[in-house]
Structures are given as structure tokens and as C-alpha cells.
């Protein structure tokens, strides 16, 4: 098999993977998977929080399919974990946080708030666990959906509300995008696990209204916080900047997602003889440029900036290990776009488009193996502007999902996703 990204090398991809999954496997705990300090020790001022559980049980996952050893067990514990632990027996949907232990066979909650961000990790957690065949996945996968359109979907707006409380009586006064891209993609894994195109369908229109709506008329920006009717709340969280998942601003990284999610849906309506959306290729090479325009190097360092303001000045200027992720990804998604596979037309600069990507991709790779790669599989999750690691956001190691994908990302077809893509398919 030839490589199809020689500035990001299959080799090198392959070998940091094996070892991300090998750190990661330290995140077990009994109630499901910890956060990781840097020195693969267990954070345990932390509860054990549903979005690391689910997450790594998808990597886990893909792990198997793969044949990684040991990976199988982990996604099994990973599934039990989100079945005993974390699913709220009383009043359904799954709890943000839970204690290191159970309590007689059933996780102790911490947090019983229920976030549709987590949720949306459940539903690509029970999808790749159940295209991976794990025991427990495609009944958990069903229970996920099924909260889906009992407590989550709201049809006045075709996306998802975002938070509730335990009993699912109040909702918070707010809609974000950030949840709703990871509604998007984890439809787009449950349309893989399910074959039922509601999920497509849905994943699509928040697409369309997010991207060709609301990014087309900013620049190429992407509106973050919006209040319970979707206007934009441009100063939301001005206090914030640098939050984990609401900062203040616009964040290039969330470009670079977008624009791969958006060219993912556009190729799963090809895989079953629907047309491409006109808008998906344009958009998401101008979602892209503005992102890289944004992000890189953007205060005068190498390295993606965090989040930017309405005028594409930086504001919080520490560099995230999963933007540069997502800008790997993103970049070896375009480029299999631009080549015309998957129902794209290709690009009639297709030659010089993918020169251009490919030298970003051996720019950005380079930067991480410098910069955020402390050994192989260990990243940094986040440096300062001046390229030195930091812990404003982000201390320690938790997360494997934004690296894991990235590696994969090149040697997958547009359309499946990463779970069905491994299964249907030679990757490595």
C-alpha cells in the first residue's frame, strides 16, 4: 500500500498510535477511565468523567480493529463502564462525572448533570464498540439514540438543546456549537452502525445551518454561543478565554472539524446514491483557509493559536495539541476531496491545492514532533506562546481521541467512518 501523505509518514503515524494506546491503557479505573497526569498516574482530585470514558472506549475500539492487542478488554470495560457506571438507572441518560469506585456494581455519581456533549460521546462510543462487535455495545448504542430524540433533538431548530438537569425537568439557558459538532459527527458513526439515514439526515442540517449559514456570513468564522433561539451571543464568556469547551471567541480548531465533518457527510450521502450538497466542497476549503489564516503562527510563533476575535486577532494564544490534530486531519481529509474520490468532482488545481496541503501537513507534523510530542504516543496537550508546555487548560494527558483519529485519518476513505472504514477495509 503506498502512502498516500509522504510528509506524514504511514510509518511514523502507525508507531506513535501503538504507543498513545499503550499510555492510554492506563487510564483504567474501576468505574471507567481517569484522567491522565503526564506521568501516566491517575488524576485523582478528578472524577471520572463520562466525555474520557466515552472517548477512550472508541479508541479502544479502533484499537481492536486494528488488532491491537489487549485493546478488546479495554473497549469491553469501556462499554461496562457506560452501561453500570455512568448510565443513570432512575431517570435515564448518563451522568458528566462518577466516582473512581462503584457501589455494589453501580457508578456513584458526582456530577448528575446530564451535557449533550458527553452524550454525543456515548453514541460514538456505542458505535465503533458495536461495529467492533463488543458485548453490551448495540443495546447501549440503542439506549443512546433513543435519549437522542427523547430528551436532545429539538425539531423547532434541527439541533440539539445543551444540558439538562439530573431528571431532565430544566435545561440551560444557552446552545452551543461545540456540542452540536459532536452531535454531528456522532451521527454520522451511528448512520455507519445503524444504517437508519435519520442520523445522516440530521448530521447534514446541522451542517448546512452552521456552516453555509452561519459561517458564510462571518467571514469564515464559526459563531460559537448562541441563547435558546439561536442568535449569537458574541460575548459570551469574555471573562473565559481560555475555557476548556466554551471559550470566549472563535476557535480555529472547531474550523478544521467542521470542514472535515461536512466533507465526511458529503461522501456518506454518495456512498447510498444521494447527490453531494454544491456548497460542501467550496465550504470547506474557505473553512480551512480561514482557520489556517487564523491559527498559524498567527501571533508570530509557529504553532495554532487558540482562539481568535471577530477581527482574527488572537486572544488566547496558547497552542492545543488537538487543533494541530485537527488540522492534520482536516488537511488529509481535503486532499482526498480534491483528488475527486468518494462522489467529489476533483479540483481542476487538484495538483497544486494538494502541493500546497502536503507542504502544510510536513510544516504542522514537524511542529509536533518538535514542539508536542514529548515521546512517542505522549503529547503535550498544550504549550504557551512561546512554544513551552503549559497547564492553563489542559494539564496533564488525558485525552487519546484527537491524536488517535488524526493518525488514522490518511489511510481512510471519506466515507465510512473510522470504525466501519477499519472493518470494511485493509488500513494498515
Known amino acids: 500500500m503506498s502512502d498516500p501523505v509522504k510528509s506524514f509518514p504511514r510509518s511514523e503515524r502507525i508507531a506513535d498510535f501503538r504507543e498513545l494506546v499503550e499510555f492510554a491503557k492506563n487510564a483504567r479505573v474501576e468505574s471507567g477511565f481517569g484522567y491522565l497526569n503526564s506521568d501516566a498516574s491517575i488524576d485523582t482530585s478528578r472524577p471520572v468523567e463520562l466525555w474520557i470514558s466515552c472517548r477512550m472506549t472508541h479508541v479502544f475500539s479502533l484499537a481492536h480493529l486494528l488488532g491491537i492487542e489487549g485493546a478488546r478488554e479495554l473497549a469491553e470495560h469501556g462499554v461496562r463502564s457506560l452501561t453500570r457506571g455512568f448510565e443513570d438507572p432512575e431517570y435515564g441518560g448518563w451522568y458528566s462525572a462518577i466516582a473512581h469506585e462503584l457501589d455494589e456494581g453501580r457508578g456513584v455519581p458526582v456530577d448528575d448533570r446530564k451535557a449533550a456533549y458527553a452524550h454525543a460521546f456515548v453514541i460514538l462510543a456505542s458505535s465503533s464498540a458495536s461495529i467492533a462487535e463488543i458485548e453490551g455495545a448495540r443495546e447501549l448504542l440503542e439506549r443512546a439514540l433513543a435519549n437522542q430524540d427523547e430528551h436532545w433533538w429539538e ?31 456522532s451521527y454520522l458513526a451511528a448512520f455507519d452502525a445503524t444504517d437508519d439515514v435519520k442520523w445522516l439526515d440530521r448530521a447534514v442540517g446541522i451542517l448546512s445551518w452552521v456552516i453555509d449559514n452561519q459561517a458564510r456570513q462571518s467571514q469564515w468564522r464559526i459563531p460559537e454561543h448562541f441563547d435558546t433561539n439561536w442568535n449569537v451571543r458574541a460575548d459570551y464568556n469574555i471573562d473565559k478565554p481560555k475555557d476548556p469547551f466554551r471559550p470566549y471567541g472563535y476557535t480555529p480548531g472547531h474550523a478544521f472539524e467542521w470542514a472535515r465533518l461536512a466533507i465526511h457527510a458529503g461522501a456518506q450521502l454518495h456512498r447510498i446514491g444521494r447527490a453531494v450538497p454544491e456548497w460542501i466542497e467550496s465550504a470547506a476549503v474557505e473553512l480551512f483557509n480561514q482557520a489556517v489564516i487564523d491559527g498559524w503562527a498567527a501571533d508570530g510563533a509557529d504553532g495554532f493559536v487558540y482562539t481568535v476575535g471577530e477581527d482574527g486577532a488572537p486572544v488566547a494564544r496558547e497552542r492545543m495539541h488537538w487543533v494541530l490534530c485537527e488540522a492534520l486531519g482536516a488537511a488529509a481529509t481535503l486532499a482526498r476531496m480534491a483528488d475527486g474520490s468518494d462522489g467529489y468532482a476533483r479540483l481542476e488545481d487538484s495538483e497544486v491545492f494538494r502541493a500546497q496541503l502536503d507542504e502544510r501537513m510536513g510544516a504542522w507534523w514537524t511542529y509536533a514532533k518538535d514542539k508536542l510530542i514529548e515521546k512517542p504516543g505522549q503529547w503535550f496537550h498544550e504549550l504557551d506562546e512561546k512554544n513551552e508546555p503549559s497547564t492553563v487548560t489542559w494539564p496533564g494527558k488525558p485525552d487519546a481521541y484527537h491524536i488517535a483519529q488524526m493518525h488514522l485519518l490518511p489511510d481512510l476513505p471519506l466515507a465510512p467512518t473510522f470504525a466501519r472504514a477499519i472493518r470494511d477495509g485493509n488500513v494498515w
Do not use: C, I, P
Not at 161 to 177: A, I, K, L
Open 155 to 185: 425539531d423547532a431548530h434541527a439541533k440539539v438543546r445543551e444540558s439538562f438537569n439530573r431528571e431532565f425537568t430544566q435545561t440551560e439557558d444557552y446552545r452551543g456549537v461545540n456540542a452540536n459538532m459532536h452531535t454531528t459527527e
